[in-house]
C-alpha cells in the first residue's frame, strides 16, 4: 500500500466555497479532484490545461458577446435549419 503525503494549500474562502458547491454537483470532492490533477500531470508530463496570462474571451469579446445577446435574433438547432431559413431571405 502507498503511503500518503499531506499538502496544505491557501485559496481564497471565496474561491473555496464556490468550488466545493460544484464538486457537489460532480459528486467528487476537493481532495478528489486535486489527485485527479496530480495524476494527469503525471501521466501527461505538463499542467493537463492551458495556462495564458490573457483573459479569455476578453473584455471586447464579452461585449460583442452581450451585444449578440442583446440581439432578438433566432436560433437554429442544426446547420440544415440555418441554411433553410437563409435560403427563405
Known sequence: MDTTMQIRVRVPAR???KVQALFDEMGT???SAINIF???VELNHR???D???SEVPNAATRAAMREAE???LPAYNTVA???TA???K
Open 15 to 17: 474561491r473555496m466555497k
Open 29 to 31: 470532492d476537493v481532495t
Open 38 to 40: 496530480l495524476a494527469q
Open 47 to 49: 499542467i493537463p490545461f
Open 51 to 53: 495556462v495564458t496570462a
Open 70 to 72: 442583446a440581439m432578438d
Open 81 to 83: 435549419e440555418f441554411m
Open 86 to 88: 437563409l435560403k427563405k
